[in-house]
């Protein structure tokens, strides 16, 4: 069984900065991939970041530059810090991690951006 822990999070005003982390435990071998994913009221859960077992990155288009996703030595524990924060980046930002052909996902941590 795979069990996937997040923190971090909050309330931030526009332009600051949020770091949100997901801790992956149980019968893992080896490096899986993960990634983050969000979804804000009444709208699609979206892919914003993911990072592979061999360390390659992918993005959403909105958030490049913006938003770096990281593996903890540990390897299986990943970070997401979000700088230059928007008011369009509020959502729950879920964690996911894949392995053995299934899909596991964390609880989820609300971000809210607003002044």
């Known amino acids: 069984q795979v069990q996937l822990v997040q923190s971090g999070g909050g309330l931030v005003q526009p332009g600051g900065s949020l770091r949100v982390s997901c801790a992956a435990s149980g019968s893992i071998v080896g490096v899986a991939d993960m990634g983050w994913y969000r979804q804000a009221p009444e709208k699609q859960r979206e892919l914003v970041a993911q990072?592979?077992?061999?360390?390659?990155?992918i993005y959403l288009d909105s958030v490049k530059g913006r938003f770096t996703i990281s593996r903890a030595s540990s390897r299986n524990t990943v970070y997401l810090q979000m700088n230059s924060l928007k008011p369009e980046d509020t959502a729950v930002y879920y964690c996911?991690?894949?392995?053995?052909?299934?899909?596991?996902w964390g609880q989820g941590t609300q971000v809210t951006v607003s002044s």
């Open positions: 996911k991690l894949i392995y053995s052909g299934r899909d596991y």
């Open positions: 990072i592979t077992r061999f360390g390659n990155t």
